[in-house]
């Protein structure tokens, strides 16, 4: 059985540093439109996600966010079918305001009805955050369910508040393995995402993760906010991957 391949989502916050990313499009596989100073799914505007679909290889997706949504699923339908109007493939909905798990399936429904209305092959994906307890959202091992109780393609895991905390901090990685392997068993990827570092990929690619998201981890500084992507950190990064994968795949398949 072929071993899953790790996707690697960056995250630029400008046509700027989209043009960063496609100089090392050979790295990553995803580029993903957020606007960070409006949160750690923060939407950026229509036209920026059109740029960037235009600045990057056709042949690599675009993702957007939508926002750290309220519980008002009428108003995150529009805002997710404005991403995908604008060329994005894959569409990130974070549950901020959603306190249960019915309020997520209210909402992640008129999304998945408004995205695959327009465009039957572009992803949903239906983001919760490993503190939730910080903030009163939906707890992340509940994601999943909900996730494919709204026929969304995927479900990730993101932090909230951005104050030097990472995704494990919150969540450990046995914890993580199990919202990746509740993703897996209805059928929906795995994306994990919250100020990921370079030392998180062991653990993430042991436990199957499909899509993990950075951002700090490729800025100059390691800053998300006032540093700039830098191709040379994408390169490294993947190169992280790779030996990760290669050292997994060697424990699970040995030869002789």
């Avoid at 750690?40 to 059109?50: K, T």
């Avoid at 805002?79 to 493939?89: D, I, M, Q, R, Y």
């Avoid at 895991?157 to 030097?164: H, I, P, R, W």
Wanted: aromatic letters at 4%.
């Amino acid at each position: 059985m072929k071993e899953p391949t790790l996707l690697l989502l960056i995250s630029p916050d400008s046509v700027e540093e989209a043009l960063d990313c496609a100089k090392a499009a050979e790295h990553l596989d995803i580029v993903d439109v957020k606007k960070p100073d409006e949160g750690s799914l923060g939407a950026n505007y229509p036209w920026v996600i059109r740029e960037i679909r235009d600045a990057i290889p056709a042949d690599k997706p675009v993702s957007a966010t939508v926002g750290d949504v309220p519980y008002k699923p009428g108003t995150v339908a529009q805002a997710a079918l404005g991403a995908v109007v604008s060329g994005a493939t894959y569409i990130k909905v974070g549950l901020y305001g959603c306190t249960t798990p019915d309020q997520v399936v209210e909402v992640m429904r008129g999304v998945v009805r408004a995205v695959k209305d327009h465009r039957p092959d572009a992803l949903v994906v239906a983001s919760g955050y490993a503190d939730a307890h910080r903030i009163g959202c939906v707890n992340p091992l509940a994601i999943p369910g909900v996730a494919q109780r709204s026929g969304c393609d995927a479900a990730m895991l993101d932090t909230a508040v951005k104050d030097g905390t990472r995704l494990f901090d919150h969540v450990p990685p046995d914890v993580c393995g199990e919202f990746v392997r509740l993703a897996h068993e209805g059928g929906l990827l795995a994306a994990l995402a919250g100020s990921v570092k370079a030392e998180d990929l062991g653990a993430l690619t042991r436990i199957g993760t499909d899509i993990v998201g950075v951002r700090g981890a490729v800025c100059e500084g390691g800053d998300r906010n006032a540093g700039r992507i830098q191709p040379h950190l994408v390169a490294a990064f993947r190169a992280e991957m790779d030996r990760h994968a290669r050292e997994h795949a060697a424990v699970v398949t040995p030869t002789g």
